[in-house]
């Protein structure tokens, strides 16, 4: 186990991958949108010194005065997924071990043989330089008292986005002045309970008995009180646990009312699933759908209906359309406005585990027919090849009126340099 | 694996003396580097560098670990625009020599961001 654990985390960092391509978007405030430009998700300081909230609907802000200068875009998964690789790859060659816990945090390993200050200043640097996303580092003796440590470089400026809580001292006034809610895996409900026992900053919670702790908030607030007193409990996870279900959900660009048109998004999603799952070398026996209509719409009644069942084992994109397909249909209520759907699948089992008493398919021709469509989008990108059922023009589809390139992943859309 | 399944090994009549030495096709990314973290292709806008061999639409790979050296050429930022620009130092500084002769070169200063140095070129089409 190491002796300190980091967390590194990017900079608004949505905000910061479209800044690294585009300098007219340095100095002004940027907003990043949810999917179909629903909600800022991601913001730069002058956005946010702008009073923009995160969460706020675009389409109620967007025409205040004092919003003209922020440049609002829609949310760029392909590119920040590839940034993110990029910055983990920074890392990975310069601590023992890494743990992406998202697409913009990452914990590490810290046991290196060097001054930690100097170290996590130089890391910052290079991923900056090489991946050209501005970070903050925090690091101390557990994963809880790292990731508080990042969120205080994060928060206090004059910190130089570096914070370090290894020293009990400096560790202990920091409780003194953080209330409990500011730490990892305490929720406002757990600080609900809490500030009924009269415990309000951090250092009320390292300091109360560990027994009426555990018994209130059970083994996981213990944990959290054991790491933020300086004992790890929470090792780096290197592997990805084997998932347990995968899903693929979106909201529809615009109300979906023709059985056409959903039954092009459930298979769209269905297929996508699949692919997911075959990415993994996985087969899921169990399927779900779901699909409901909008929960604010004024004078609409809000439905949600959803069938589950059992299936043979599969990752045939062919199959799960089908079977998909054929649960929706069975939910499909015409004259309502469908705001949202999804493919779920569940109890995922490595691929062709099991020989089949009564398989109804043949999987190892099943098998070469997917992993050739994989392949042809592998190499010529997603969707190139693709079963017709999820559609051509895919009218539902979500809205992204603001996107920028995908500046590093497609050759078509690299940035632009002029010869000078 | 070649789409159609055909690597050169799987052969109905005779068997292939090639299948212990099968290699297949020559990755590119691979010779340009292009899974490292710090290299990015750009394509090139522009005829300004035409002595320099960069023609416009030629696609070149920044590498954004690498060092700048006199007469290297680097991709810049500069009052929002992303140029490609030939570097020299001289007088204790950088500069941006421009490729047609009758522009003065321009002093590297703040707000300036050297984004990368360019380390290959690639032309899809001669």
Same mark, same amino acid.
Request: with cysteine.
């Given at each position: 186990?190491?002796?300190?654990?980091g967390l590194i985390d990017?900079n608004?960092?949505?905000?910061?991958?479209?800044?690294?391509?585009?300098p007219?978007l340095?100095?002004v405030? &940027?907003?990043?949108l949810?999917?179909?430009?629903g909600?800022?998700?991601?913001r730069?300081?002058?956005a946010?010194?702008?009073?923009i909230?995160m969460g706020d609907?675009?389409h109620?802000?967007r025409?205040?005065?004092?919003l003209?200068? &922020?440049?609002?875009?829609?949310s760029?998964y392909t590119l920040?997924?590839d940034?993110?690789?990029?910055?983990y790859?920074?890392?990975a060659?310069?601590?023992?071990?890494v743990?992406?816990?998202?697409?913009?945090?990452m914990?590490l390993?810290?046991? &290196?043989?060097?001054?930690?200050?100097?170290?996590?200043?130089?890391?910052?640097q290079?991923?900056?330089h090489i991946?050209?996303?501005?970070?903050?580092?925090?690091?101390g003796?557990?994963?809880t008292?790292?990731?508080?440590?990042?969120g205080?470089?994060?928060?206090f400026s004059?910190?130089?986005?570096?914070?370090d809580?290894?020293?009990?001292?400096?560790?202990?006034a920091?409780?003194?002045?953080?209330?409990?809610?500011?730490?990892?895996?305490?929720?406002?409900?757990?600080?609900?309970?809490?500030a009924?026992?009269?415990?309000?900053?951090?250092?009320?919670?390292?300091?109360?008995?560990?027994?009426?702790?555990?018994?209130?908030?059970?083994?996981?607030?213990?944990?959290v009180?054991m790491?933020?007193?300086?004992?790890?409990?929470?090792p780096?996870q290197?592997?990805?646990?084997?998932?347990k279900?995968?899903?693929?959900t979106?909201?529809?660009g615009?109300?979906?009312?023709?059985?056409?048109?959903?039954?092009?998004?459930?298979?769209?999603?269905?297929?996508?699933?699949a692919e997911?799952?075959?990415?993994?070398?996985?087969?899921?026996c169990?399927?779900?759908?779901?699909?409901?209509?909008?929960p604010h719409a004024?004078?609409?009644?809000y439905?949600?209906?959803?069938?589950?069942?059992r299936i043979?084992?599969?990752?045939?994109?062919r199959?799960l359309i089908?079977?998909?397909?054929r649960?929706?249909?069975?939910?499909?209520?015409?004259?309502?406005?469908?705001?949202?759907?999804?493919?779920v699948?569940?109890?995922?089992?490595?691929?062709?585990?099991?020989a089949?008493?009564?398989?109804t398919?043949?999987?190892?021709?099943?098998a070469?027919?997917m992993a050739?469509?994989?392949?042809?989008?592998r190499?010529?990108?997603?969707?190139?090849?693709?079963?017709a059922a999820?559609g051509i023009a895919?009218n539902w589809?979500?809205?992204?009126t603001?996107?920028?390139?995908?500046y590093?992943?497609?050759?078509?859309?690299?940035?632009r340099?002029?010869?000078? | 694996?070649a789409?159609?399944?055909?690597?050169?090994a799987?052969t109905?009549?005779?068997?292939?003396?090639a299948s212990d030495?099968?290699?297949g096709?020559?990755?590119l990314s691979?010779?340009?580097?292009?899974r490292r973290?710090?290299?990015?292709?750009?394509?090139?806008l522009?005829?300004?560098?035409?002595d320099?061999?960069i023609?416009?639409?030629?696609v070149?790979?920044?590498?954004?670990?690498a060092?700048p050296r006199?007469?290297?050429v680097?991709?810049?930022m500069?009052?929002g625009e992303?140029?490609?620009?030939?570097l020299?130092?001289?007088?204790?500084?950088w500069?941006l020599?421009?490729g047609?002769?009758?522009?003065?070169?321009?002093?590297?200063?703040?707000?300036?961001?050297l984004?990368?140095?360019?380390?290959?070129l690639?032309?899809?089409?001669v």
């Amino acid at each position: 186990m190491p002796a300190t654990y980091g967390l590194i985390d990017g900079n608004s960092f949505y905000c910061s991958a479209e800044r690294a391509f585009d300098p007219a978007l340095r100095h002004v405030p &940027v907003v990043v949108l949810s999917n179909n430009d629903g909600c800022a998700i991601a913001r730069t300081p002058e956005a946010k010194a702008l009073g923009i909230k995160m969460g706020d609907p675009w389409h109620l802000v967007r025409g205040r005065a004092e919003l003209r200068p &922020v440049r609002w875009m829609s949310s760029n998964y392909t590119l920040y997924g590839d940034m993110s690789r990029r910055v983990y790859q920074v890392l990975a060659e310069r601590v023992p071990r890494v743990e992406p816990y998202s697409i913009d945090e990452m914990f590490l390993d810290l046991d &290196v043989p060097r001054d930690l200050a100097l170290f996590c200043a130089e890391l910052r640097q290079e991923v900056l330089h090489i991946a050209k996303v501005p970070t903050c580092v925090g690091w101390g003796p557990t994963k809880t008292i790292a990731k508080l440590a990042n969120g205080l470089a994060k928060d206090f400026s004059e910190l130089g986005g570096l914070c370090d809580l290894t020293d009990p001292a400096e560790r202990a006034a920091w409780y003194q002045r953080l209330p409990v809610g500011e730490v990892w895996g305490i929720g406002g409900r757990t600080q609900e309970k809490l500030a009924r026992l009269g415990i309000e900053s951090i250092a009320d919670f390292v300091e109360a008995d560990p027994r009426i702790m555990r018994d209130l908030l059970t083994v996981v607030g213990g944990r959290v009180q054991m790491e933020l007193r300086g004992t790890s409990c929470l090792p780096l996870q290197m592997m990805v646990a084997t998932r347990k279900g995968l899903a693929c959900t979106r909201a529809f660009g615009r109300p979906v009312t023709q059985w056409s048109e959903m039954r092009e998004a459930v298979a769209a999603y269905a297929h996508r699933a699949a692919e997911k799952l075959r990415a993994e070398d996985l087969e899921a026996c169990h399927l779900a759908v779901f699909i409901h209509t909008d929960p604010h719409a004024p004078g609409e009644r809000y439905e949600h209906l959803q069938h589950a069942a059992r299936i043979e084992p599969t990752s045939d994109s062919r199959d799960l359309i089908a079977e998909a397909v054929r649960m929706a249909e069975g939910l499909w209520q015409d004259g309502r406005r469908w705001v949202k759907a999804g493919v779920v699948l569940n109890d995922l089992q490595p691929a062709g585990r099991q020989a089949r008493l009564f398989a109804t398919r043949e999987p190892r021709a099943s098998a070469k027919t997917m992993a050739v469509m994989d392949a042809i989008n592998r190499q010529h990108g997603a969707g190139t090849l693709r079963p017709a059922a999820i559609g051509i023009a895919q009218n539902w589809g979500t809205r992204r009126t603001m996107l920028s390139p995908r500046y590093t992943t497609r050759i078509g859309e690299i940035m632009r340099v002029r010869a000078f | 694996m070649a789409q159609d399944g055909y690597t050169g090994a799987e052969t109905t009549g005779f068997v292939s003396p090639a299948s212990d030495h099968l290699e297949g096709p020559i990755d590119l990314s691979e010779v340009l580097d292009l899974r490292r973290p710090n290299r990015y292709p750009v394509r090139v806008l522009g005829e300004a560098l035409i002595d320099r061999g960069i023609l416009p639409g030629d696609v070149l790979i920044a590498d954004a670990a690498a060092d700048p050296r006199p007469g290297a050429v680097a991709i810049v930022m500069l009052h929002g625009e992303v140029l490609v620009a030939q570097l020299a130092h001289k007088r204790g500084q950088w500069w941006l020599r421009p490729g047609r002769r009758d522009q003065p070169a321009v002093p590297v200063s703040e707000d300036m961001t050297l984004w990368a140095v360019v380390a290959a070129l690639v032309r899809e089409r001669v």
